[in-house]
């Protein structure tokens, strides 16, 4: 039972880290008078950083549903599934886990990335930089890319705790074939 | 030993299309006459096309590497290693594809993000989009990110055979405790 319960900790904490991730970026907004216009500067006007919201709202929806799932398995099973549909279940999970994880991952290097354009700008294509104008608004930003890429590092070791959850019922010497225990 | 193949396989395929990839990306060079000027473009202009050249040669050494130790144990050994030095090398071989697998991935969604960036242009920063001057240029960026992309999910399967490799070393009741078979 102990590693339902590491599980549902690591779970818990992405949860909670996506959710703080996805309210930083999504309320994040500043408004400035540049020359003789007032500019309001919001996550939308960066598509990576509206990518981002959405990912971390759905990554945190994610966690929270295997959450739910694993304190049901501690509360009402405790451990004594069949090992038949537990093995079905082993992979769905994992499956699961996996595409998350990289999408996640994915939504947020675009997001440092983009965001990095916006603090540097570039020369050779006569991209201003916008941060020294909106600072503020950049450190909110830097703060939920932090969060998302915690949250990541979380994810990446649950998906390393669903990996061994599934690939343990398998028998050390065939390929595929499952143990008997 | 059907496992040590398919590894070998998915490995020798992973550093082909990561080679081609780094390549497409390296070599991809546009000279055009713009209002007075003749501009010479590059990988170099787009710092996530730099990095990708870099994490795409890396990536390949690597596969490169691990495909050797593959062909090394499928003709010297025929599987037959003591189980405690293969467990140190079954962790040894998950952790750095795991973590090769999340850098390449992060460095692809990061140039697919700033060639979007090109692509499209971004009218609230007076960004001005560029490719519409370099077609040749982008399209065989394109190329090479697409690459990139069907190389990682090929390390991507390369990961799950070395996590089942791993965990199912381990015994299917007790958290990391090894079998005895």
């Known amino acids: 039972m102990d590693i339902l319960k590491t599980e ?13 991730a996805a309210c930083l970026d999504r309320f994040d907004t500043q408004t400035k008078f540049i020359i003789f216009l007032e500019r309001k500067i919001t996550f939308k006007d960066l598509k990576a950083l ?15 549903l295997q959450l739910s799932r694993c304190i049901f398995f501690i509360s009402c ?17 994992y499956l699961l886990d996996q595409v998350v994880v990289y999408l996640t991952f994915a939504t947020n290097s675009a997001a440092i990335e983009q965001s990095m354009l ?17 600072t503020r608004f950049c450190f909110q930003i ?14 990446a070791f649950t998906t390393f705790v669903s990996a061994f959850n599934l690939f343990r019922l398998y028998s050390p010497n065939k390929f595929l074939r499952v143990k008997n225990t």
Request: net charge positive.
């Open 142 to 155: 830097g703060g939920a890319i932090f969060c998302c890429y915690v949250a990541c590092c979380l994810m």
């Open 8 to 20: 549902a900790l690591l779970r818990l904490c992405a949860t909670l880290v996506f959710v703080l």
């Open 77 to 93: 099973f405790h451990g004594n599934l069949s090992k038949r549909s537990y093995r079905y279940l082993a992979w769905v999970c």
């Open 50 to 64: 509206q990518a981002l919201v959405y990912a971390a709202f759905g990554a945190a929806g994610y966690n929270l």
């Open 118 to 134: 916006v603090v540097t700008g570039m020369k050779e294509f006569q991209w201003t930089k916008w941060c020294n104008k909106y």
